[in-house]
């Protein structure tokens, strides 16, 4: 697929990963639109000219979706509501069942990686002082992983970030599969400017199919 342009619906774009992802598809000549809940304040971060569609995603149809070549669910939930995850993975699948288009692409998290020291990155976050706090997240994208694995008639692609996943530019990245990665100091971190590169990467020239796929800075 790559040089080809395709029509890209990023679901949650304006959000940290979602409008990397949105300008990086945009800036390689896709035509991109924003699937948000708030067009005006989406078109302060994107741009006035911008594409955005006003839509709740838990409404979405079939005719909706099919529209697009690819949908990215680049949705992040309140930590309240970190189950919505897997509500809106399981809302776009029921609609996608037995459809090779559009592809869809989901931001899981890096709970579910293995770590280098045994066990998965999920088993040392629980062991954190404080992790009560947020670990609703990392579990409910754990689970929203392991719903997709068992996903076989829709085109279906996982990505999860490192450890650490922050906002930042565009520069290189290391890719992997289910292994958590670190670099030469130990650090495993991924800018929202590498992910939006990884996974438009992935989209023009695809190497993985209902498969989940990492990357880490380089």
Do not use: C
């Not at 069942?97 to 998965?120: K, N, W």
């Amino acid at each position: 697929m790559g040089g080809i342009m395709m029509k890209i619906a990023v679901i949650g774009a304006s959000g940290n990963a979602g409008q990397a992802i949105f300008k990086e598809a945009t800036k390689r000549g896709h035509e991109v639109t924003g699937i948000v809940r708030h067009a005006e304040k989406a078109k302060s971060i994107l741009g006035a000219e911008a594409h955005i569609v006003e839509h709740d995603a838990f409404t979405l149809t079939k005719e909706d979706l099919v529209a697009y070549d690819v949908v990215v669910d680049a949705f992040n939930a309140p930590i309240k509501q970190a189950y919505l995850h897997i509500d809106l993975a399981t809302h776009l699948i029921h609609e996608l069942r037995e459809t090779t288009q559009p592809r869809v692409i989901f931001i899981t998290g890096a709970a579910s990686l293995t770590h280098p020291d045994g066990g998965l990155l999920y088993d040392h976050l629980i062991k954190l002082p404080g992790h009560e706090a947020w670990i609703a997240t990392p579990e409910n994208q754990y689970a929203e992983l392991e719903f997709l694995r068992h996903v076989t008639n829709v085109n279906w692609l996982a990505v999860s970030p490192s450890q650490t996943f922050e906002a930042g530019d565009a520069t290189a990245y290391v890719r992997g599969e289910d292994t958590l990665l670190f670099d030469d100091q130990g650090q495993s971190v991924l800018s929202s400017g590498n992910l939006a590169l990884l996974i438009l990467d992935e989209i023009e020239t695809p190497q993985a199919h209902q498969h989940r796929i990492t990357a880490r800075n380089q």
